[in-house]
């Protein structure tokens, strides 16, 4: 984990009150998949490239319209209210600070009209009231967002380890509804209510993307909701490729879930994602620094992928191919035995 991660999740932990803290780490049922997730970007083996004039090394990059300083983005987390006063409006401002963007939860804390000036993006439930999530995604679009993050892995709440009356929170807790017989066609009644483009996040496979993206979504998020919805989700480090490679360019793919330091970045980016998000980090920075916790934490991740961008050999995003890695799970070139 980078350094200042740790520090800021230790004042996290020191600040927070202890159920709000467990409510954030927490995972669902045995936590396998929250626990996977980091070592499954540490398994990742890196294939350098030499002398290559990495003197200047740029991350920056558009998506979908929006150039940014950094692929390292906001995941939309429920509740910032609980870390910080200002809740969402101080992250919003931190990562517009660092040439990032939030993914605003339904689950806010705060009203879509007080995220303050700079991009940013809204996710949204499936609600049981189909009416109700479609004019909740309208008004983000007045309020400014030029995103919509569809989450696909929410038809029930998953089972959390250390469930609390946290849980409960926010518009689109169960009571107010998540309504599992949501299918495909909900991407489209969202891309056509806001004439913005919709990304799906929770896909683990393939064919998930692929259907998805034929269902009118202009990206996917590979990701398994942080551990925190069916455990032992493939971890996401192990779903990227199968979904880079099912839909082969045509789309951006985004990517979180345990990713802690610029070499975790690097290995997702390489793997072929477009862009990251993070989750908890932001959480911790924001409990720790208010938006200007959250705008460190968000330039030091990013100055560190450039660091082992150039160790690397790549100057640019672009430059991060899946050339560069060695993907786990990839059998060893077999070993001739010098004895033999
Ligand atoms: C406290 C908490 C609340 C979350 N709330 C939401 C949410 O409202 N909507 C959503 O799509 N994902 C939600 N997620 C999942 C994140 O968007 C993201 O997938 C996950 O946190 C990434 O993993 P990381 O925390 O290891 O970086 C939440 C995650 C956490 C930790």
């Known amino acids: 984990m ?46 350098p490239r030499v002398l290559r004039d990495v003197s200047r090394i740029d991350t920056s990059l558009e998506l979908f319209g929006t150039r940014l300083e950094t692929p390292v983005l906001v995941a939309p987390t429920a509740a910032h209210g609980l870390a910080a006063p200002e809740g969402e409006v101080a992250t919003a401002s931190g990562a517009a600070a660092a040439g990032s963007l939030l993914v605003l939860s339904t689950r806010s804390s705060r009203d879509l009209e007080d995220v303050p000036a700079g991009p940013w993006w809204f996710q949204a439930y499936v609600m049981r009231d ?19 993050v569809l989450t696909g892995d929410v038809p029930y709440l998953g089972q959390r380890h250390g469930r609390s009356r946290l849980d409960l929170l926010g518009p689109a807790a169960p009571e107010a509804g998540q309504d599992p017989s949501a299918g495909l066609e909900a991407i489209g009644q969202l891309a056509e209510a806001t ?3 919709v990304l799906v996040k929770g896909v683990l496979r393939g064919d998930d993307a692929v259907a998805c993206l034929h269902a009118g979504a202009a990206g996917v998020v590979v990701s398994n909701h942080g551990g925190r919805q069916l455990d032992r989700a493939v971890a996401s480090a192990h779903a990227l490729p199968e979904v880079v490679s099912a839909v082969g360019g045509q789309a951006p793919v985004l990517v979180d879930g345990g990713l802690r330091s610029g070499l975790d970045i690097l290995c997702a980016l390489a793997l072929g994602a477009d862009a990251v998000l993070l989750g908890r980090p932001v959480l911790w920075a924001l409990a720790a620094g208010g938006a200007d916790g959250v705008e460190s934490c968000l330039r030091a991740m990013t100055e560190d992928l450039a660091h082992v961008m150039g160790l690397a050999g790549a100057r640019s995003l672009s430059e991060l191919t899946p050339d560069l890695v060695s993907a786990p799970g990839q059998a060893p070139a077999a070993r001739t035995s010098p004895l033999s």
């Open 2 to 47: 980078h350094p200042l991660l740790s520090s800021q999740l230790a004042a996290a932990r020191a600040l927070l009150p202890d159920d709000v803290f467990a409510y954030y780490a927490g995972g669902a049922g045995g936590q396998v998949s929250l626990h996977e997730a980091p070592d499954a970007w540490s398994a990742v083996r890196l294939r």
């Open 130 to 148: 189909r009416e109700r999530t479609l004019s909740l995604a309208r008004r983000a679009v007045s309020a400014g967002a030029s995103a919509v």
């Open 195 to 197: 004439g913005l483009p």
